[in-house]
């Protein structure tokens, strides 16, 4: 019993090797639960989904038309820049920056900021994931 | 009999504060506040908070969902805390500071400038600067303090250490 208690924590270690940090896969997981309570067919996030999210113009919050890419880039293995401010982002892609996606206070802050810039509202959990997905493949 | 010691040390900690090892006078009270810097300048340039008066920063910080046309909001105790920070740091604090004091006399009591950049001080500093300096893509706007004024990060805005890109130094006239 103990060994296979043991063998299915391990797959699922090594199913989650170079994928979301243990702590942000708690994040995830109730991502997961808030997407399947709002759509009970939800079966998961999707990166693709999460591309079109994150490169998809709309008028946000200055009412200008942007998209995350505006700030970010459309390769997250770069820097990006701050239109208004100038300021260099560093890049988003944890393959190159290995603090990203690793703080969840953090990635809450920005998500909930950077929908609101972009949307002009929050985004649902389904989108957040996708979103999360997204960043995390590059 | 105490005062007359304690008032002339009180006065010479004021002159040598902040002070660099060869005596340059910082022209406003540097950010040294570790979450000051994070928070906010992740965004943009973390601002001393001795450019502005209180009744600025506490309005600012009232509605940072709608800060310069972006969403700046922050988590209760962390909107609190940095309140906190930059009200104890106001321009009001550091009038020793020649940029604090020279800000804040030339912000009439009724007006609350949420923009540094809107003070009859700084505007009358940069009034003179050609608009193709300005508009670059190197500095983009006034508001991109360390791009020109190389020892702002130190709190110094000194002439002497200005270097605008592809124009290099500045002299008033």
Redesign the interface.
């Known amino acids: 019993m103990k060994k296979y208690t043991l063998a299915i924590l391990l797959c699922g270690v090594i199913a989650n090797a170079g994928n979301f940090s243990p702590s942000m896969q708690g994040y995830i997981e109730t991502l997961k639960s808030e997407a399947k309570q709002a759509d009970s067919s939800f079966v998961d996030f999707n990166a693709k989904r999460g591309e079109k999210i994150f490169t998809t113009k709309h008028i946000g919050k200055s009412d200008d038309s942007i998209s995350c890419t505006s700030c970010h880039g459309s390769n997250l293995t770069k820097n990006g820049q701050n239109p208004t401010t100038n300021k260099i982002i560093k890049p988003l892609g944890p393959s190159v920056n290995k603090s990203r996606l690793t703080d969840i206070k953090e990635v809450q802050k920005w998500l909930r900021r950077n929908f609101k810039d972009v949307y002009n509202r929050e985004g649902t959990a389904l989108e957040k994931g996708d979103v999360l997905y997204y960043i995390q493949s590059k | 009999m105490y005062k007359k010691i304690i008032i002339p040390l009180i006065l010479i900690s004021g002159v040598y504060a902040d002070d660099d090892r060869w005596g340059n006078r910082n022209d406003v009270a540097p950010v040294k506040n570790a979450i000051y810097i994070k928070e906010c300048g992740?965004?943009?340039?973390a601002y001393q908070p001795g450019l502005l008066p209180q009744r600025s920063w506490t309005k600012m910080m009232g509605n940072l969902?709608?800060h310069?046309?972006?969403?700046?909001?922050?988590?209760d105790a962390t909107t609190k805390y940095l309140a906190n920070y930059l009200k104890a740091n106001s321009a009001e604090k550091g009038i020793e500071y020649k940029r604090s004091r020279k800000i804040l006399q030339s912000i009439r009591p009724n007006e609350v400038p949420l923009r540094i950049t809107q003070t009859r001080y700084f505007i009358n500093k940069h009034d003179e600067i050609p608009k193709k300096m300005i508009i670059q893509k190197e500095?983009?706007?006034l508001?991109?303090c360390t791009?020109c004024h190389t020892t702002a990060n130190k709190g110094n805005y000194s002439e002497r250490a200005i270097k605008i890109p592809n124009y290099g130094a500045w002299k008033d006239d």
């Open positions: 992740s965004c943009h340039f969902e709608n310069f046309d972006s969403d700046a909001s922050l988590d500095v983009g706007s508001a991109n791009v």
